[in-house]
């Protein structure tokens, strides 16, 4: 069973930052591509970051480009995580932040979604 648990998300200010992580489990990480996506009320979905299996491609949401980093951790003995750091957050970046694994169509859309976590910006 595929499960997507986020955390990390929260209240920070404008220019301050934030790391959001994602543990993944049931299946093979390093097979599939995982990413973030978010949303705000009465918005589509937004494609924030995605990355390949084996990290040889990175996509990022233009709105994002320079300030957001997004990684995954594969080493043994630890839970398999994918991180999105936000740098320089601004106020329409406040959403809430979907961690999605398993690609199906590069890069924005996917097979499994977490509950996603809330990020508040404040000015």
């Known amino acids: 069973q595929v499960q997507l648990v986020e955390s990390g998300g929260g209240l920070v200010q404008v220019g301050g930052s934030l790391r959001l992580s994602c543990k993944v489990s049931?299946?093979?990480?390093?097979?599939?591509?995982v990413g973030w996506s978010r949303q705000v009320p009465g918005k589509q979905r937004e494609l924030v970051a995605a990355?390949?299996?084996?990290?040889?491609?990175?996509?990022?949401?233009d709105s994002v480009k320079g300030r957001f980093t997004i990684s995954r951790d594969t080493a043994k003995n630890t839970v398999n995580t994918v991180y999105l750091q936000m740098n320089s957050l601004k106020p329409e970046d406040a959403a809430v932040y979907y961690c999605?694994?398993?690609?199906?169509?590069?890069?924005?859309?996917?097979?499994?979604w977490g509950q996603g976590t809330q990020v508040t910006v404040s000015s």
């Open positions: 999605a694994a398993q690609s199906t169509s590069w890069p924005s859309e996917f097979a499994y």
């Open positions: 049931g299946f093979t990480f390093s097979d599939y591509a």
């Open positions: 990355i390949t299996g084996g990290s040889r491609a990175i996509r990022y949401g």
